[in-house]
Structures are given as structure tokens and as C-alpha cells.
Nanobody, 120 residues
């Protein structure tokens, strides 16, 4: 089967930085778009950033200029470099990827989530 495993969350002061990683593993044929979403307490999950297999990126307006998404296709890994963090960036961050398995079945996979807390 396929799974996404995230790492890199934690507690940081406002203005600080964190780097999240998400590695896909399992019976993978190919990976399409990969992205990061976040969910703050009492709010809906929202898109933070997405990157295509070709490296085209898109960001939520709230993180433009502060966050950078990248991927290493050889390692099936997506990263999110978060700089100039604000308390409103606090939430659980989820990795997402559209993965075609070896049996050529496509599915939208989610990671287990990693907590990011920014103190003021």
C-alpha cells in the first residue's frame, strides 16, 4: 500500500522558521500534485501550497512570500519551508498527494498531520 509520513512540526516563536517534510512510500508508479493543507482549531482545512510534478507552484495568499514548497521526485518527498511564522499559522499541517499505484489505480492520499504552533 501507499502511505505519506510527515515530519518537522513543532513549537516556534513568531518570526521563526520550520521545515516540514513528507515522504511517500509503498507501491508507487507515479506521483502527481503534492501539497500541504492546514487546519486551525475550529476552522476548516485549507490549502497552503501545492506543487505539480513539473515544479509549478501555487500558494495561499496568506503565506505568499513566507512559505516555499518544493519536492524531490527521486525521493518521493515534498517539503514546506516556513519562514516569518505568525501565530495565525498555528494548526495541524497535512501532506496530500495524488498517487498512481503500481496497479495503475489513482487515489488522493493524506498524511497523518503534524502540529505547528507559533507563539506570540
Amino acid at each position: 500500500q501507499v502511505q505519506l509520513v510527515e515530519s518537522g512540526g513543532g513549537l516556534v516563536q513568531a518570526g521563526g522558521s520550520l521545515n516540514l517534510s513528507c515522504a511517500a512510500s509503498g507501491r508507487i508508479f507515479s506521483i502527481g500534485n503534492m501539497g500541504w493543507y492546514r487546519q486551525a482549531p475550529g476552522k476548516q482545512r485549507e490549502l497552503v501550497a501545492v506543487i505539480t510534478s513539473g515544479g509549478v507552484t501555487n500558494y495561499a495568499d496568506s503565506v505568499k512570500g513566507r512559505f516555499t514548497i518544493s519536492r524531490d521526485n527521486a525521493k518521493n518527498t515534498v517539503y514546506l519551508q516556513m519562514n516569518s511564522l505568525k501565530p495565525e499559522d498555528t494548526g495541524v499541517y497535512y501532506c496530500n498527494a495524488y498517487i498512481l499505484s503500481l496497479s495503475r489505480v489513482g487515489y488522493n492520499y493524506w498524511g497523518q498531520g503534524t502540529q505547528v504552533t507559533v507563539s506570540s
